[in-house]
């Protein structure tokens, strides 16, 4: 049975969606609000007034994070999308998470002599430790690429990319 017809892996990726949405939509938002701003500031000068302090300042600072946010929303949707895609094919595989490292996990499974040996896609330091409490939890797994995988675990609330670590 492909993973994406669990109804709790549906839930999961949507509210995956959702974050990049809200990243998409908040840097949109924040690049138009710069726009507005700096437009506002050109017509105050124009009219003769004093340019306000700082506002170009609070300008570029509004385009350029409004621009970064939206790139990243922009790629976690595409991602939450490819990972639809994967788990609709590809089942989910039962095993035992263990932490290897800040980023390194060891995915224990019956259906393996040795442990699957990932490295966690995300640098944010809260999803970090959030996979890093699942420590000896029983999670499900799946390979949703030639080099991606993702994972879960019973109330995650969310699913978590990895990529196959590099033997060292």
């Known amino acids: 049975m492909p993973a994406l017809d669990d109804p709790q892996t549906r839930t999961d990726l949507a509210a995956l969606r959702a974050g990049a949405l809200r990243w998409l939509g908040g840097g949109l938002l924040a690049v138009v609000l710069g726009c ?46 490819r990972w639809a895609a994967g788990l609709a094919r590809e089942p989910w595989h039962a095993g035992v998470l263990r932490i290897a490292g800040p980023a390194m996990l060891h995915v224990e499974s019956d259906d393996a002599d040795e442990p699957l040996r990932l490295r966690l896609v ?39 990319g990895a990529r196959p670590a590099r033997r060292r």
Not at 51 to 61: F, K, Y
Not at 128 to 153: H, I, K, M, N
């Open 122 to 160: 995300s640098t944010a330091v809260w999803r970090t430790r959030e996979v890093q409490r699942l420590a000896g939890a029983d999670v499900r797994f799946a390979e949703v690429g030639p080099q991606e995988w993702v994972l879960s675990a019973d109330g995650a609330g969310t699913v978590y």
């Open 36 to 81: 507005v701003a700096g437009s506002a500031v050109v017509r105050v000068t124009e009219d003769g007034g004093a340019r306000p302090p700082g506002a170009g300042l609070l300008v570029v600072v509004l385009v350029l994070a409004g621009t970064a946010a939206a790139v990243a929303g922009l790629g976690s949707l595409l991602r939450t999308r």
